[in-house]
C-alpha cells in the first residue's frame, strides 16, 4: 500500500518560507512523476510543481521564482521550498504521485499566509 505522508504546513506572514516534505512509503524511484497541487478554499485543485524520476520540473507561473522542487531518493521524499510567500498562496496542498496505471495522493497540509 502507498502511502503519501505532507508535513511543513502552517501560518507564515507575507514574505515568509516554509518548506512541505511528502515522505512516500517505498522508493520514489517507482514514480514516474511526483509534485505538489494545491486547493483554496472553493476553487479546483491546480498544479504548482512537478519532478520526474529523471528530474525534469514544471512549474505553474505564479509560484516560478520563488518555490523550488527537489526530491532526496535516500529518505524517499519530495519536498517544496516556498519563498516569498504572499496571501494568495494560501490553499490546501497535496503531494501527488504518478505511475503508469496508478496515481496517490497525500492527505494534505494546510498553508495559510496572512499577517
Known amino acids: 500500500q502507498v502511502q503519501l505522508v505532507e508535513s511543513g504546513g502552517g501560518l507564515v506572514q507575507p514574505g515568509g518560507s516554509l518548506r512541505l516534505s511528502c515522505a512516500a512509503s517505498?522508493?520514489?524511484?517507482?514514480?514516474?512523476?511526483m509534485g505538489w497541487y494545491r486547493q483554496a478554499p472553493g476553487k479546483q485543485r491546480d498544479l504548482v510543481a512537478t519532478?520526474?524520476?529523471?528530474?525534469?520540473?514544471n512549474f505553474v507561473d505564479s509560484i516560478k521564482g520563488r518555490f523550488t522542487i527537489s526530491r532526496d531518493n535516500a529518505k524517499n521524499t519530495v519536498y517544496l521550498q516556498m519563498n516569498s510567500l504572499k496571501p494568495e498562496d494560501t490553499a490546501v496542498y497535496y503531494c501527488?504521485?504518478?505511475?503508469?496505471?496508478?496515481?496517490?495522493w497525500g492527505q494534505g497540509t494546510q498553508v495559510t499566509v496572512s499577517s
Open positions: 501527488n504521485a504518478r505511475r503508469a496505471r496508478e496515481t496517490f
Open positions: 517505498g522508493s520514489i524511484s517507482s514514480f514516474i512523476a
Open positions: 519532478v520526474t524520476t529523471g528530474g525534469s520540473t
